[in-house]
């Protein structure tokens, strides 16, 4: 059974730092690309940030460019979200998501239609 769990998820102030976490159950993590979604109440869920299999590619939504960082431990099947300068738009429930396996690939999509898996989600809250 495929699992993606989130973790590191909380409730911060203005202008502070979270890392969030997901641990993936596939023994094909290595051979995917790796994404941060996120979905606010009221709005649809737009994509964060994204990793290539062997993180040397990264690609990031305007909003979060240089305050967010993605980055991966394949041997952990792991992948992070460092996020810095925290702000109360950033509020919303962030997911992680994988797509199919595509081994050497120097890319990642934000596109929803490219994810294969998803995970359940943890709740960031930020306060003025």
């Known amino acids: 059974q495929v699992q993606l769990v989130e973790s590191g998820g909380g409730s911060m102030q203005d202008g502070g730092a979270l890392r969030l976490s997901c641990a993936v159950s596939?023994?094909?993590?290595?051979?995917?690309?790796l994404a941060w979604f996120r979905q606010s109440p009221g709005k649809e869920r737009e994509g964060v940030a994204c990793?290539?299999?062997?993180?040397?590619?990264?690609y990031y939504a305007d909003s979060v460019k240089g305050r967010f960082t993605i980055s991966r431990d394949n041997a952990k099947n792991t992948v992070y979200l460092q996020m810095n300068s925290l702000k109360p738009e950033d509020t919303a429930m962030y997911y992680c998501?994988?797509?199919?396996?595509?081994?050497?690939?120097?890319?990642?999509?934000?596109?929803?239609?490219?994810?294969?898996?998803w995970g359940r989600g943890t709740q960031v809250t930020v306060s003025s």
């Open positions: 998501a994988t797509d199919s396996p595509m081994p050497g690939t120097k890319w990642c999509s934000l596109d929803q239609n490219a994810v294969a898996f």
């Open positions: 990793i290539n299999p062997d993180a040397d590619v990264t």
């Open positions: 596939l023994v094909t993590f290595r051979e995917r690309a």
